[in-house]
């Protein structure tokens, strides 16, 4: 695993030095970052239907950025007071700030308003985080901390709320040299198998069972849940996403009754067979890489000590069970899912 890793970050730091005058700096640094978004806010959340996109300014760093807004989102638009966005830059002049060289990116919001969501929000950048230490090939996020100004309601005081911004599919394709694929479905022969044992993996680790390297239901591409991201003429599933994982525990975060569990905090392993994936050597690395993953808990902006007690005992849960590695595996992939 980490021989992989290794050559993973030889090839990115071998062909950075091309691209590094116009490379965007907002992922670079995991520094929270303050930011006043003020717009038309009531009317763009309540905007599900439709999604029109409105003007806003973005304040960061000094500068004020002109962005525009709209809702986005499937699943959590059905359950959020306060929908997760997505901020289109195309029209602003962003050089000289965090946002140099961005265009379209994904927000996640804090869904309602209870202390409890906030605490959701930042589980889930802790998901994304802890796969970051796991493979280079994954999505990075940027936390927030944003002050939110509804400009059509004088009276309304400020909401000021954590969220993340989510590294778009371009600038992670650009960042390894390879390119999004829209397929209708997998095929395992083409998956890089290092990539596909780590995604399986973490979403064990995690206790996140919604995804799927099918098609979900009504879509036209694979998958559910993961992207696909072709590099050297392989294919590299990519996970997002984690709101309904046990790390986050989210109270309206429901398993799929076919599973076979009644709590998503109940781990239910959910790759695939696919040959050759050694989850073993996967497993082995995290165990390696604990203290790395366990400073990121520790280290997160904004945890309450009572939900940080409550991660570190999930995560904790997860290494007890690989300090056999090898037997973690073997148990595991004798419960592969076969199609």
């Given at each position: 695993?980490?021989?992989?890793?290794?050559?993973?970050?030889?090839?990115?730091?071998?062909?950075?030095?091309?691209?590094?005058?116009?490379?965007?700096?907002?992922?670079?640094?995991?520094?929270?970052?303050?930011?006043?978004?003020r717009?038309?806010?009531?009317?763009?959340?309540?905007?599900?239907?439709?999604?029109?996109?409105?003007?806003?300014?973005?304040?960061?760093?000094?500068?004020?950025?002109?962005?525009?807004?709209?809702?986005?989102?499937?699943?959590?638009?059905?359950?959020?007071?306060?929908?997760?966005?997505?901020?289109?830059?195309?029209?602003?002049?962003?050089?000289?700030?965090?946002?140099?060289?961005?265009?379209?990116?994904?927000?996640?919001?804090?869904?309602?308003?209870?202390?409890?969501?906030?605490?959701?929000?930042?589980?889930?950048?802790l998901?994304?985080?802890?796969?970051?230490v796991?493979?280079?090939?994954?999505?990075?996020?940027?936390?927030?901390?944003?002050?939110?100004?509804?400009?059509?309601?004088?009276?309304?005081?400020?909401?000021v709320?954590?969220?993340?911004?989510?590294?778009?599919?371009?600038?992670?394709?650009?960042?390894?040299?390879?390119?999004?694929?829209?397929?209708?479905?997998?095929?395992?022969?083409d998956?890089?198998?290092?990539?596909?044992?780590?995604?399986?993996?973490?979403q064990y680790?995690?206790?996140?069972?919604?995804?799927?390297?099918?098609?979900?239901q009504?879509?036209?591409?694979?998958?559910?849940n993961?992207?696909?991201?072709?590099?050297?003429?392989?294919?590299?599933p990519?996970?997002?996403?984690?709101?309904?994982a046990?790390?986050?525990?989210a109270?309206?975060?429901?398993?799929?009754?076919?599973?076979?569990?009644?709590?998503?905090?109940?781990?239910?392993?959910?790759g695939?067979?696919?040959?050759?994936?050694?989850?073993?050597?996967?497993?082995?690395?995290?165990?390696?890489?604990?203290?790395?993953?366990?400073?990121?808990?520790?280290?997160?902006?904004?945890a309450?000590?009572?939900d940080?007690?409550?991660?570190?005992?999930?995560?904790?849960?997860?290494?007890?069970?690989a300090?056999?590695?090898?037997?973690?595996?073997?148990?595991?992939?004798?419960?592969?899912?076969?199609?």
């Amino acid at each position: 695993m980490r021989r992989w890793r290794s050559q993973i970050a030889l090839l990115l730091l071998c062909a950075s030095a091309a691209v590094v005058a116009n490379d965007p700096t907002l992922f670079e640094s995991h520094d929270l970052l303050e930011v006043e978004l003020r717009g038309p806010l009531g009317a763009a959340i309540e905007d599900v239907d439709e999604r029109n996109e409105r003007a806003f300014v973005l304040a960061v760093e000094g500068r004020e950025l002109g962005v525009t807004a709209r809702v986005r989102g499937n699943s959590r638009v059905r359950v959020c007071r306060f929908p997760p966005l997505r901020l289109d830059f195309s029209a602003a002049d962003t050089s000289g700030t965090a946002f140099a060289g961005q265009r379209k990116l994904k927000l996640a919001t804090h869904c309602k308003g209870s202390g409890d969501f906030q605490q959701y929000v930042l589980s889930e950048y802790l998901a994304y985080r802890i796969f970051n230490v796991i493979s280079d090939v994954g999505f990075r996020v940027r936390l927030l901390r944003i002050r939110y100004v509804d400009t059509e309601e004088a009276a309304a005081d400020p909401l000021v709320r954590y969220g993340f911004l989510i590294e778009s599919e371009t600038e992670l394709a650009r960042r390894v040299h390879g390119k999004v694929k829209s397929e209708p479905h997998v095929v395992k022969g083409d998956l890089n198998t290092q990539q596909t044992a780590a995604v399986f993996a973490f979403q064990y680790v995690i206790g996140n069972t919604d995804w799927s390297l099918v098609r979900a239901q009504g879509d036209e591409y694979c998958c559910h849940n993961e992207k696909l991201v072709e590099i050297d003429g392989e294919h590299f599933p990519v996970p997002y996403d984690f709101d309904l994982a046990g790390l986050v525990d989210a109270r309206y975060a429901k398993p799929d009754p076919s599973i076979g569990i009644n709590s998503v905090r109940v781990r239910r392993y959910r790759g695939y067979c696919v040959q050759g994936l050694q989850l073993n050597g996967v497993f082995a690395g995290l165990v390696d890489q604990k203290g790395e993953i366990m400073k990121l808990v520790e280290n997160l902006p904004g945890a309450t000590d009572k939900d940080n007690r409550k991660r570190t005992k999930y995560l904790e849960g997860f290494f007890r069970q690989a300090e056999d590695a090898d037997e973690l595996a073997d148990k595991l992939e004798k419960r592969c899912i076969d199609k």
